[in-house]
């Protein structure tokens, strides 16, 4: 069975740092993963897709890459904001998936303040 | 990007009761939906992969009499909580699956807003 950690489950920083958030899963075998930010009460916002043929992808301050050998994923925030406080979760597709299911990680509390 | 909507984005109801769910994708047609429940603080727990046109599929321990699923069309799939119970409140969260080309080497999914189940 698939496990998804998450590490730091919370994280509470000042504005302006640059922040690194970790997924890890237990079988390495994934083919895509997916980032997404939920806000309080709110339904998942997708934030970067990496899929089967890449390593990392960026949008705006945020970096997202994944190394298949080790089954690990990092989201790079810079410049952190308030605005993006949130909980971060990772999800991968399992290689062995015919349907594209996710499996998803707890999450990261994050918190910046102003 | 592409749109999914859930409706009703709130419900509180009787015990006893039934309550239909309805999740859209509106800008797309996706041959595959999920249903997700989330409890406070936890992450999203898979309960049915919703195909069109055909039955869904439950993941272990997911009653499929109790949590109907009807995906009748490439942009609508509901999910019915028959009889509800107060242990059945819960965030209740769907998603759609964007197909592209390659097939599954692209799956990207985009999520509903979810909605607020409370049964009292």
């Known amino acids: 069975k698939q496990e998804v950690t998450q590490i730091p489950a919370a994280l509470s920083v000042p504005e302006g740092e640059n922040l690194v958030l970790n997924c890890s899963f237990t079988?390495?075998?994934?083919?895509?993963l997916q980032w997404f930010r939920q806000d309080p009460g709110k339904g998942l916002t997708s934030l970067l897709l990496i899929q089967s043929s890449q390593r990392e992808q960026t949008s705006g301050r945020l970096n997202a890459s994944l190394d298949k050998s080790s089954g690990r994923s990092t989201l790079y925030i810079a410049a952190s904001q308030p605005g993006d406080s949130a909980t971060y979760l990772c999800a991968g597709a399992h290689r062995g998936s015919t349907l594209g299911r996710l499996y998803f990680g707890r999450g990261t509390q994050l918190t910046v303040w102003p | 990007g592409a749109v999914v909507s859930q409706h009703p984005s709130r419900v509180i109801c009787k015990s006893g009761t039934s309550v239909k769910i309805e999740c859209r994708s509106l800008?797309?047609?996706?041959?595959?939906m999920f249903w997700y429940r989330q409890f406070p603080k936890q992450s999203l727990m898979l309960m049915a992969t919703?195909?069109?046109?055909?039955?869904?599929?439950?993941e272990q321990g997911v009653e499929k009499d109790k949590f109907l699923i009807n995906h009748a069309s490439l942009t609508l799939s509901t999910l019915t909580v028959t009889s509800a119970h107060p242990e059945d409140s819960s965030f209740y969260i769907c998603?759609?699956?964007?197909?592209?080309?390659?097939?599954?080497?692209?799956?990207?999914?985009?999520f509903g807003p979810g909605t607020r189940l409370t049964v009292l």
């Open positions: 079988d390495s075998a994934i083919y895509n």
């Open positions: 800008d797309f047609q996706a041959t595959t």
């Open positions: 998603s759609a699956r964007l197909p592209g080309q390659g097939g599954m080497m692209y799956n990207e999914q985009f």
């Open positions: 919703s195909n069109e046109g055909s039955k869904a599929t439950y």
